[in-house]
């Protein structure tokens, strides 16, 4: 008897548009796949969330070929990462288990096992948030991040002194991941929780992370800003630079603090505009 494949719906994207990862924020993609940066596999939870993504997605950018595709082997994820390497932020390496560095290091070493959540460190994104926290003082802080992903951020926030980091994710293949991470980390302490960021009450936080898509920042604006506690801020990124003034104005009585960009990928951080008297 022959075993049974698993295949994964997915769509091969390519010349990649500037707004695609804002434009799939109103889909079910459970992974992307940057094999260039021209040239993206998406993957969805189903087939047939793949074929309302690509019926729209054709209509939005007609420049783009945009073709479905079935990979199969659930092992995907693990090949095509197998080759990835450690990445260096400031002080911070994120490294896979199989290139951890050896002896003493004075840099901060995180172990993130690739995997199909996002937040290996190789997206700007990721590195772009890691930069923003060692530029926050952490002692002592609390710390959500929304949307883990793979709990890098929320393992991060921990090691640089958080008192308490909670990582959620409305995927809950992602949670799972991110306390396999958590298990590799074994000097970090963090809560990971399978929750819905507009409908959770995990309390506010000192700092709050939010590395989701442009559309998603805009659309959750008002909660996000909810889970801030006084004095806190609040880390913005998966934003790209043509959607910076449309995020910024979802939040208007905050001030940037911090402003970082790599490859027109954006990292913000905001706090509350002081009240004038």
Same mark, same amino acid.
């Given at each position: 008897?022959?075993?049974?494949?698993?295949?994964?719906?997915?769509?091969?994207?390519?010349?990649?548009?500037?707004?695609?990862?804002?434009?799939?924020?109103?889909?079910?993609?459970?992974?992307?796949?940057?094999?260039?940066?021209?040239?993206?596999?998406?993957?969805?939870?189903?087939?047939?969330?793949?074929?309302?993504?690509?019926?729209?997605?054709?209509?939005?950018?007609?420049?783009?070929?945009? =073709?479905?595709?079935?990979?199969?082997?659930?092992?995907? %994820?693990?090949?095509?990462? &197998?080759? #990835? @390497? !450690?990445?260096? +932020?400031?002080?911070?390496?994120?490294?896979?288990?199989?290139?951890?560095?050896?002896?003493?290091?004075?840099?901060?070493?995180?172990?993130?096992?690739?995997?199909?959540?996002?937040?290996?460190?190789?997206?700007?994104?990721?590195?772009?948030?890691?930069?923003?926290?060692?530029?926050?003082?952490?002692?002592?802080?609390?710390?959500?991040?929304?949307?883990?992903?793979?709990?890098?951020?929320?393992?991060?926030?921990?090691?640089?002194?958080?008192?308490?980091?909670?990582?959620?994710?409305?995927?809950?293949?992602?949670?799972?991941?991110?306390? =396999?991470?958590?298990?590799?980390?074994?000097?970090?302490? %963090?809560?990971?929780?399978? &929750?819905? #960021? @507009? !409908?959770?009450? +995990?309390?506010?936080?000192?700092?709050?992370?939010?590395?989701?898509?442009?559309?998603?920042?805009?659309?959750?604006?008002?909660?996000?800003?909810?889970?801030?506690?006084?004095?806190?801020?609040?880390?913005?990124?998966?934003?790209?630079?043509?959607?910076?003034?449309?995020?910024?104005?979802?939040?208007?009585?905050?001030?940037?603090?911090?402003?970082?960009?790599?490859?027109?990928?954006?990292?913000?951080?905001?706090?509350?505009?002081?009240?004038?008297?």
């Amino acid at each position: 008897m022959n075993d049974v494949v698993r295949s994964w719906p997915a769509l091969d994207i390519r010349p990649v548009p500037e707004l695609l990862q804002a434009a799939l924020v109103d889909y079910d993609a459970s992974a992307v796949d940057e094999r260039s940066p021209d040239d993206w596999r998406v993957f969805f939870g189903s087939p047939s969330e793949r074929d309302r993504a690509a019926a729209a997605l054709k209509l939005e950018f007609p420049d783009t070929s945009i =073709e479905p595709v079935d990979v199969p082997d659930e092992n995907w %994820a693990a090949r095509s990462q &197998a080759s #990835l @390497r !450690a990445v260096r +932020v400031d002080n911070i390496i994120v490294a896979p288990p199989w290139d951890v560095p050896a002896g003493p290091t004075n840099e901060l070493v995180i172990v993130i096992q690739p995997s199909m959540g996002f937040g290996t460190g190789h997206h700007a994104t990721t590195r772009l948030c890691i930069d923003a926290l060692q530029r926050l003082n952490m002692a002592g802080r609390t710390v959500l991040d929304v949307g883990t992903g793979s709990g890098v951020l929320a393992i991060t926030a921990s090691l640089l002194g958080a008192s308490r980091s909670v990582g959620i994710d409305d995927d809950a293949d992602a949670i799972t991941a991110a306390r =396999e991470n958590l298990e590799l980390n074994p000097q970090a302490e %963090a809560t990971m929780l399978v &929750a819905d #960021l @507009r !409908a959770t009450d +995990v309390g506010a936080a000192d700092v709050v992370i939010a590395n989701l898509t442009g559309g998603l920042l805009i659309s959750a604006a008002l909660t996000l800003q909810d889970f801030v506690a006084r004095g806190g801020s609040l880390v913005l990124s998966g934003l790209m630079s043509v959607e910076e003034h449309d995020v910024l104005a979802t939040f208007p009585t905050w001030s940037v603090e911090h402003r970082s960009e790599e490859d027109e990928w954006l990292c913000l951080v905001l706090e509350r505009s002081p009240v004038r008297t």
